[in-house]
């Protein structure tokens, strides 16, 4: 098994930052892509931004130019950087890991982690 620990969410005003920081640990070989998702109230679980094992990124268009993710290989940890955040941005923010946990089974599973919560007051 495989878990994924999420740290540093919490409350900031509008403008401000957080780095959220995300853990993988257990049974690991490889992760291949390692990613944010987020859910606010009422609303389905959305990409906020993913990372490949080579460093290639993407982002959701509401969160380009003010988040970053890197991944710290070595750690099996995955960060994202949140600027100017905004009350839109509120939402329990999830980090997800696409990992192959045996060499010998080339078999791909998703885990996720519990969530950490993202407040934006305005």
């Known amino acids: 098994q495989v878990q994924l620990v999420e740290l540093g969410g919490g409350l900031v005003q509008a403008g401000g930052s957080l780095r959220l920081s995300c853990a993988a640990s257990g049974s690991i070989f490889k992760i291949n892509d390692m990613g944010w998702y987020r859910q606010a109230p009422g609303k389905q679980r959305v990409l906020v931004a993913i990372i490949t094992s080579g460093d290639s990124t993407n982002y959701a268009s509401s969160v380009r130019g003010r988040f970053t993710i890197s991944r710290d290989n070595a750690k099996n940890t995955v960060y994202l950087q949140m600027n100017s955040l905004k009350p839109e941005d509120t939402a329990v923010y999830y980090c997800?890991?696409?990992?192959?946990?045996?060499?010998?089974?080339?078999?791909?599973?998703?885990?996720w982690g519990p969530g950490t919560q993202v407040t934006v007051s305005s």
């Open positions: 997800n890991a696409v990992v192959q946990q045996l060499v010998w089974d080339s078999r791909l599973i998703n885990f």
